[in-house]
Each structure stands twice: as C-alpha cells, then as structure tokens.
C-alpha cells in the first residue's frame, strides 16, 4: 500500500489578520524526495510548523504518516527525532553540549 508522509487539504495559519498560509493542499507519497521553494513568505517555515505540530492550523488538516502531529512543543517535538531541530540560545564550550 503506497501511504503519503506528509499530506494537507486546505492547510492554513493565520496570525492575526495575515495568512502566513492559505488554502495548502498536497500530498508527498513515501520513498519520494520534495522541496519547499518560494519566495520569503510564502509560509514554507509555517508549514513545516504544522507537519512537525510546533503550531496549530487555523483551517484545513495536516496529517504525518497518517496521523495528526504531536503538537507538544520544540522539546517533545525535537526528542522524538523530528526532523526539524531548534538553535540553542546557550553559549556552549562545546558543540554537544545543549544536546
């Protein structure tokens, strides 16, 4: 059975009155390789936002391996082996530090 990773149907985040994103629908089967590109805000960070549940839609739905994202924050998000990560503010002495 093919299942998408990531799948949208009119995915959209509103801060405030602006749309960072509106009306996003698509679809990336497993095994195949994608790319967000588009001009700054075009709501590309927004919408890995959504797929990782570090923000919540507005409208639409936004399912991950067939399920809804976490939504618990950068630090559960992160470990769980997200594949998106967040800077540490820290000043470290090494680069493994805030790990």
Do not use: F
Not at 23 to 43: F, K, Q, R, S, W
Not at 62 to 80: D, E, F
């Amino acid at each position: 059975m093919n299942m998408n990773v990531i799948e949208t149907s009119g995915l959209g985040k509103r801060y405030g009155g602006t749309w960072a994103l509106r009306e996003c629908t698509l679809a990336i089967p497993a095994g195949h390789v994608a790319a967000l590109v588009g001009p700054n805000g075009a709501g590309k960070t927004t919408l890995l936002n959504l797929a990782v549940g570090l923000a919540a839609p507005s409208a639409g739905a936004v399912t991950v391996l067939g399920g809804r994202p976490p939504g618990r924050g950068p630090r559960w998000t992160a470990s769980r082996s997200s594949p998106r990560t967040h800077r540490c503010t820290r000043t470290c002495p090494l680069p493994t530090c805030c790990t």
